[in-house]
């Protein structure tokens, strides 16, 4: 059982954090955005970008490789619904998305692009670097519009 915190300071305590969320056995803060049979939408629990989100799956899985053609069809329909979701709620006008195999559960990064990350060139090789900063630019106004993109994106996903 590995212990971890998320950005607030909440304790966190999974096995494997993408089938602890995906049973709901872990929730992360704000909740599911968006869940089917397979996925699920949540905000990143350890990153505290606004509308950072992740696309996560149920089943214990490593590489894209290991989906049926109907399961990457509907992985691919939820990223392409939750992007234009976060572009309706205008939390970005572009994002940037990070999968690896590396990790041990499939996931899907979609990290929308915010102005202040124009000094990191926006770009993915960057990225470390503009995570890193995202902590120490988060006060409580980021936090306000945190929760607001929450509230944005779940009820762009409503009505959908």
Excluded at 33 to 52: A, H, K, R, S
Excluded at 123 to 148: G, H, L, P, Q
Aim: aromatic residues 12%.
């Amino acid at each position: 059982m590995r212990t971890e915190k998320d950005f607030f300071g909440n304790i966190m305590e999974f096995d494997c954090m993408g089938c602890y969320i995906g049973s709901h056995k872990l929730i992360p803060y704000g909740g599911y955005l968006y869940e089917d049979d397979l996925v699920t939408i949540t905000m990143d629990p350890q990153i505290p970008i606004v509308g950072f989100t992740i696309l996560g799956v149920k089943k214990h899985v490593k590489s894209i490789n290991d989906f049926t053609e109907d399961e990457r069809k509907n992985i691919i329909d939820v990223l392409n619904l939750t992007i234009e979701n976060m572009k309706k709620a205008n939390i970005c006008e572009e994002v940037l998305i990070i999968q690896e195999e590396r990790s041990s559960h499939f996931h899907v990064w979609i990290v929308p692009i915010h102005k202040w990350m124009e000094k990191f060139d926006k770009s993915v090789t960057r990225i470390n670097e503009i995570i890193d900063y995202s902590y120490t630019i988060f006060d409580d106004n980021m936090k306000k519009e945190y929760d607001d993109a929450i509230e944005k994106l779940k009820k762009e996903f409503n009505n959908n």
